[in-house]
């Protein structure tokens, strides 16, 4: 009876403790950077400043020229100082109120690319936004900027998927996306407002480009993620990695070393190659945590089993073909997205692309994730 | 005091006319009323009484006398408790009028004697009459209906309360008057108002009286109609006579008058909560202003004030008047206590002159308006009399301006007279305007409010409108304020909720005082077992000495270990269980091992004797023969030829797969072996095998090139072990070079083979040094080695670079993996192009220099390894592992099964399934291996 009071009070408790550490536990994939000193060289490091300097080619390509950022800079600042006036001074504007507005993605993280002279701003209403509201929002802006500067032209049209409306001119363009404010995100209507799930991630958004200055202001990183988003245009197997995850991912690459030192670009951009080759963004690995939420959520969780699949199979076909020696075609000075679809030859060397292993039974899609999920649900079981 | 008179009354009406009579009796009555009621209200029979007196009443006033019976007596007798005090007014009332029928039964004495002095005493006015009438008919039906002397007890104790209040106050008995006066014409709902006046404050329903009484007088109306027919009821005028009166014999007219009689006593088209707006001109009450603001610009309004500038009546202002829902009474009970008997006779005499008011003349009468108008404002609201009088006195064109130039600020003003602040309408674009074909305009649609108008006002107002601005709060604006509507019911609710929450709140720290009470006792009471059991334990300790100690302490918690263990069965994942259930297959089978361990330990025997034997036989050539046994001994150590054997390759490192059939020995020697060394000790063997073991047949073949000797056994499995003669000098010859290689003897064997069989030797010693201690390594190689044997993409990669790949791989993850996980990562590391070119490549332990142990590897085989890899490492991650190794997929654990019934059903379909395909899945799988072979072939 005693014991039983003993163990009433801490056995199971010590009994799930010991326990649960056994519950699946994502593991990183090998990664080389990790394990370096395991593998010692055997033989001289290859040169790869034909590799170091294609990039940087690359970069220069792809970074906006000055007369672009200006332009840029120009619609955004005007856009923020309309945005401004109305949160101080409504005045007959009772569409909706804005708490705050914030410039997110590319453009603030500064990794904007040429021909794409778009900037993101998030504006945070107080009130529910419906979609009058924004283009109620949209219409005021567009009045107000037009009241400002009568010779632009100025074009306001609303975002699919209704996350907001842009505002372009000739030169740059401005995306206003919209969201609420926390509390409010429950009140939402799906037949009124806007999709909660937009809303978030514009929410997520600010989050993000908060993360980004605080940590991933390294230049390498600005760099290499230029180019990650330039891989991801140019091949269609990588389109379902998110701006966010390649933001992740090259931070990844270039800050987490034993040394915790910025590795170089070409390192860093091989290493981005190798660790989705080795299934950094498969089921069953640890991935990159997102940073900005709660509860150690992977970020490639947002793609799907088949997208998953997908991307590391185009990651592991452009790796072989930048390892035999394809590196410009891979970087996109030369050739075109075929090399990661179609049978190449380097150097004699015969690099034949890889078919999907992802098969989509419906007993088996349902059963995958399941499994998982069972596992640990037996490991509770088994626990109590 | 109260409850002994009530007593009293119950049995007899003598101390009731003694009370009756006597004023100060009275008087003392009124002090206490209230308790009076509650006492008899409690007694059941009175109770009864009531009910039966209501249901046979025939009085037709019962039902209109409820209203405003409540309200009155509430003001007499604030006191009271919230009993059912309407009937006892009822009862009152009945009982001022019937109590001649009732005294009369119980006590027999005369009843006028008391009842007549109590009220004529102090009536002054010609109602006497009317008042005698009015008792002498009720008591005639009340002598029908009335037979209980409990009814007649129950009557009896209103009566002295009322009798009362008529005596203290003369205002109030005026007033007492007016209602016998009432009761006495057939105003039957009017009585109900005025009656209880008599009980005090007779104010009370104030509008009542200026309206109740000033309407009487119009029926007397139609006899005198003149040129203008205009009926003050229905804000009308009617083009003549036959009109006029048609209008009043009309449903209409009677409808409106009834209405206005129905509400007459209490506050005009009172609104349940909150205040209202009121449009004195039509009689009309509107909710809120805008509203008012409506109606003010409403045809109807227009064509009355029309008709009243025709008519030279007053109009009154278009600012509102404030209709006060609630404190109607409150107000009213100032009022009356302000209010002396003067001004109830100038009441009085408003009665008269109410008449007049509801003129025929246009032109004259004015004048009496005014006071109409101000008996109006003090009786029923606060109006400034001046401000109507202007109005009245104001020229018609300037009244028919009114309205215009007033619209625009009615609704400000009316809001301002409301109290309510200016709303700002809200949510203008989420009203859409529906056009007809043409493009007008024709109606509206809120997409909030999910409601439609035509009226562009309507639109206004909803906007501004309560039911509106909520939804707007609701889904647009969160912050926007509304007032809240302290509607009853909602107040009730709220109050409600505040009473259960509070309870609630009360139970839980009641709940948590004990919980907390309880769990401190439990507490205390472990700790103190807790103690007397250490105390135990340690007492044990002391008597069991040492053996105790380590296991002393843990006594109390021992038990805790008891269930782990069977729960520390790992359940393992999908993969891990593929991976285990692969190897379990690939390793070989005992009789397998048993054989090559027979064979094997054999050819060591063997070995050792021949080793012996070539010892002996060399000894006496280089000591002469002469050295002692002891010699011997000492001196073997140095010269002897064959220094050893042992155990290399897969057998060493425990990496035999099933099927294996050829494993190695080395021989070090302690020169470097020559053929005639080899040939030497092939001739010596089979001997000595037959000596080991007489009845097994072994076969030996010489292999001079291979720098070796195999030995094959002739019984099912076939084995071969070879042995390879080596010796450290092979190597030490290699780094020296030439010198060495000069003085090598002719025969020496092949070098490379030698060399290799050296490296076999250290790899052994590094395996087991190395690989053998990281979890799951053996596993995975075995896994792999099966793998590069059954998979021709794979072959290329020989056995040592695979164990060194695997044991780096797996080693560098830093902590333990399961098998599953380890192969998954030896994958991984293949995947991200490990063997590619560019990397750093593997290197060898085993040698000086720094050696890629992967140099074998073309780059087309490392290629296509590593495109094989990376598909694997796919399949293993969307739980294909079992097209990896081969295999055909497992059924899930077993342990699953009871546990999860729903699972189990999907399992059992699932292998069902399987079941019914097994043959085609394993052909798919081996489809797939081929297929991938021949890929590979084809690269």
């Keep these: 009876m005693m014991r039983g009071g003993v163990r009433g009070r801490g056995g199971p408790r010590m009994g799930r403790g010991g326990y649960k550490m056994k519950t699946f536990v994502p593991r990183l994939p090998f990664d080389i950077y990790l394990c370096e000193p395991a593998f010692q060289r055997a033989k001289p490091a290859p040169d790869e400043t034909p590799l170091q300097q294609a990039l940087l080619k690359r970069n220069t390509d792809l970074s906006p020229s000055p007369t672009e950022q200006t332009a840029v800079l120009n619609l955004v600042t005007k856009i923020a100082t309309v945005l401004d006036t109305l949160i101080v001074t409504p005045g007959s504007f009772d569409a909706c109120q804005i708490e705050e507005h914030r410039q997110v993605g590319s453009y603030k993280k500064g990794t904007m690319r040429t021909n794409h002279n778009v900037a993101d701003v998030v504006v945070i209403l107080k009130t529910l936004p419906t979609r009058e509201a924004v283009e109620a929002l949209g219409n005021q802006v567009t009045e107000e900027l037009r009241q400002q500067e009568p010779a632009d032209v100025l074009v306001m049209a609303m975002l699919p998927n209704d996350r907001g409306f842009e505002i372009s001119n000739s030169e740059a363009t401005v995306r206003v996306l919209v969201t609420t404010v926390h509390q409010n995100l429950r009140k939402l209507d799906p037949e009124l407002h806007l999709d909660q799930k937009i809303l978030q991630s514009h929410l997520a958004a600010i989050r993000h480009s908060r993360w980004f200055e605080e940590n991933a202001h390294h230049s390498s990183i600005k760099v290499l993620i230029r180019l990650l988003r330039d891989l991801k245009n140019r091949f269609e197997g990588f389109e379902p990695l998110s701006p966010w995850m390649l933001d992740l991912l090259a931070h990844y690459a270039v800050m987490n070393n034993p040394s915790r030192q910025a590795m170089s670009v070409h390192q860093a951009y091989r290493r981005c190659l190798q660790l989705l080759a080795a299934g950094l963004f498969l089921p069953g690995s640890a991935g990159i945590a997102d940073p900005c939420e709660g509860g150690n959520i992977r970020v490639h969780t947002a793609m799907t089993l088949e997208q998953q699949d997908q991307v590391c199979l185009t990651a592991q076909t452009l790796l072989r073909a930048l390892s035999h020696g394809g590196y410009k075609q891979v970087i996109g000075l030369e050739g075109n997205a075929s090399i990661a679809t179609d049978m190449t030859v380097w150097e004699g060397i015969v690099v034949s692309p890889l078919e999907k292993a992802y098969e989509k039974p419906p007993e088996r899609k349902e059963g995958e994730p399941g499994d998982e999920l069972a596992d640990d649900d037996d490991m509770d079981m088994a626990d109590n | ?939």
Excluded at chain 2, 116 to 121: E, G, L, R, S, V
Excluded at chain 2, 136 to 157: C, L, V
Excluded at chain 2, 509 to 519: I, K, N
Excluded at chain 2, 780 to 798: A, G, K, Y
């Design chain 2, 1 to 939: 005091m109260a409850a002994n008179n009530y007593f009293g009354f119950t049995h007899g009406g003598t101390q009731y006319g003694a009370a009756a009579a006597a004023a100060a009796g009275a008087a003392a009555y009124q002090a206490t009323p209230a308790a009076g009621y509650a006492a008899v209200g409690h007694t059941p029979a009175a109770a009864a009484t009531y009910a039966a007196q209501r249901a046979t009443t025939a009085y037709e006033a019962a039902a209109a006398y409820q209203p405003a019976a409540a309200t009155s007596y509430a003001a007499t007798a604030s006191s009271a408790p919230t009993y059912d005090y309407s009937y006892t007014r009822v009862q009152t009332y009945d009982n001022a009028a019937k109590t001649a029928a009732f005294y009369p039964q119980p006590t027999s004495t005369s009843f006028s004697a008391a009842a007549d002095p109590a009220f004529q005493a102090k009536s002054s006015t010609t109602y006497t009459a009317g008042y005698q009438n009015a008792a002498a008919r009720p008591a005639g039906q009340a002598s029908k209906t009335y037979n209980y002397p409990a009814a007649g007890a129950a009557q009896s104790y209103t009566y002295p309360n009322q009798a009362a209040a008529a005596a203290t106050a003369n205002k109030n008995y005026s007033g007492y008057d007016a209602a016998l006066y009432n009761a006495a014409t057939l105003y039957v709902q009017q009585q109900a108002h005025t009656a209880p006046k008599g009980a005090g404050t007779w104010k009370a329903s104030r509008p009542g009286v200026g309206a109740a009484i000033g309407q009487k007088p119009k029926l007397k109306q139609p006899p005198k109609p003149q040129q203008l027919h205009y009926c003050d009821v229905c804000k009308i005028s009617c083009a003549g006579p036959q009109t006029y009166r048609e209008h009043l014999e009309g449903q209409k007219h009677k409808k409106k008058e009834s209405a206005q009689k129905q509400t007459a006593g209490t506050t005009p088209n009172a609104p349940r909560g909150g205040n209202s707006l009121r449009c004195e001109l039509c009689d009309v009450t509107c909710t809120g202003s805008d509203a008012y603001a409506a109606h003010i610009r409403g045809a109807k309004h227009q064509k009355v004030v029309k008709l009243h500038t025709k008519l030279g009546k007053p109009i009154p202002s278009t600012e509102p008047v404030v209709v006060p829902g609630k404190s109607t009474t409150t107000t009213a009970k100032t009022g009356a206590a302000a209010t002396t008997a003067v001004t109830k006779t100038t009441e009085v005499t408003k009665v008269v002159a109410t008449p007049k008011i509801n003129f025929v003349g246009g032109t004259k009468l004015t004048t009496t308006t005014p006071t109409a108008s101000a008996a109006a404002a003090g009786t029923a609201v606060k109006e400034e009399p001046k401000e109507a009088a202007a109005a009245a006195a104001a020229p018609a064109a300037a009244t028919a301006a009114a309205p215009a130039v007033a619209r625009d600020d009615t609704v400000a003003v009316a809001a301002a007279a409301l109290g309510e602040k200016e709303v700002e309408p809200v949510g203008q674009e989420y009203i859409e305007e529906i056009k007809n074909e043409e493009g007008k305009v024709v109606s509206f649609n809120c997409k909030l409010c999910e409601c439609r108008f035509n009226d562009p006002n309507a639109k206004e107002m909803h906007m501004k409108g309560r039911r509106h601005r909520l939804q707007y709060k609701k889904k647009v604006n969160p912050e926007l304020i509304v007032e809240v509507k302290p509607s009853l019911r909602q107040r009730k609710l709220q109050e409600e909720k505040l009473r259960r929450q509070q309870m609630r709140e009360e139970m839980w720290r009641r709940r948590e005082e004990s919980a907390m009470d309880d769990e401190e006792r439990i507490y205390w009471e472990e700790r103190r077992r807790y103690e007397e059991e250490m105390e135990y334990f340690e007492w044990c300790r002391r008597g069991a000495g040492r053996g105790m100690p380590p296991f002393g302490p843990m006594g109390p918690m021992g038990p805790r270990f008891g269930p782990i263990p069977p729960m520390l069965r790992r359940p393992d994942s999908a993969d891990d269980r593929h991976v285990m259930a692969k190897h379990s297959e690939i390793y070989p089978k005992d009789e397998e091992l048993n054989a090559i361990q027979k064979i094997v330990s054999n050819s060591e025997k063997a070995l050792k004797m021949v080793s012996d034997d070539i010892a002996e036989a060399d000894a006496p050539k280089k000591d002469d023969g002469t050295a002692t046994e002891s010699k011997d001994e000492d001196g073997k150590e140095l010269p002897r030829t064959l220094k050893g054997v042992m155990r290399v390759g897969v057998l060493a490192k425990g990496l035999l797969l099933q099927g294996d059939a050829d494993v190695q020995l080395v021989v070090l020697c302690a020169e470097k072996p020559t053929r005639t060394l080899l040939e030497r000790v092939a001739n010596l063997m089979p001997k000595h095998l037959a000596t080991v073991t007489p009845d097994e047949k072994y076969a030996l073949k010489l292999s001079v090139e291979q720098a070796s000797l195999i030995i094959t056994n002739q019984t099912e499995p076939q084995i071969n072990v070879t042995v390879t003669l080596t010796s450290p000098l092979m190597r030490d010859g290699a780094a020296d070079g030439e010198p060495t290689a000069s003085k090598d003897p002719p025969d020496v064997l092949d070098k490379q083979k030698c060399l290799e069989a050296l490296a076999a030797l250290r790899h052994a010693k590094w395996f087991q040094a190395r690989a053998s201690g990281v979890q799951s390594c053996v596993i995975v190689i075995r896994i792999m080695r099966e793998l590069c044997q059954r998979v021709p993409t794979w072959t290329p990669l020989n056995t040592w670079a695979l164990e060194l790949l695997v044991e780096r791989v797996v080693a560098s993850a830093g902590f333990p993996l399961a098998p599953g996980d380890a192969l998954r990562r030896v994958l991984e590391a293949i995947a991200s192009g490990l063997l590619l070119p560019g990397t750093p490549g593997l290197i060898d332990p085993c040698e000086k220099e720094p050696v890629d142990t992967l140099s074998g590897l073309t780059a087309q085989e490392r290629e296509d390894i590593t495109a094989s890899a990376q598909h694997a490492l796919r399949l293993m991650a969307f739980r294909q592992v079992h097209k990896i190794l081969g295999m055909d997929a497992l059924p899930p654990p077993k342990f699953n099964r009871g546990k999860f019934n729903r699972k189990r059903r999907r399992d059992n379909s699932c292998s069902g399934e399987n079941g019914d395909s097994e043959g085609g899945d394993g052909k798919k799988d081996k489809k797939e291996d081929e297929s991938e072979a021949a890929k590979a072939d084809a690269k």
